[in-house]
């Protein structure tokens, strides 16, 4: 049984290495609370990454609390607007 869980928190801890700064990071998280599974075009991580370098790490953040905090039935939806009109 100990051997099991230890190789849990191993396995638990490993990050991806391709995700390399805090910008990266970020759309990964964001990809993973909306669901994207895309590889190309809309939905893809090099989609998110456009947006998010043009507006900052910090704005994305911020706009990401607040959809987050809102109580709404698509919040990607909401997410894009605010990206759109941020």
Known sequence: ???????????????????????????????????????????????YLGFFKRLGVQKVRRILAEVEQASVDHPEKLFWWKIKNG
């Open 1 to 47: 049984m100990e051997e099991l869980k230890k190789t849990l928190e191993a396995k638990k801890y490993q990050r991806n290495p391709h995700l390399h700064s805090d910008l990266h990071l970020l759309v990964e998280e964001v990809r993973q609370k909306f669901g994207e599974t895309a590889t190309k075009g809309v939905g893809s991580f090099s989609f």
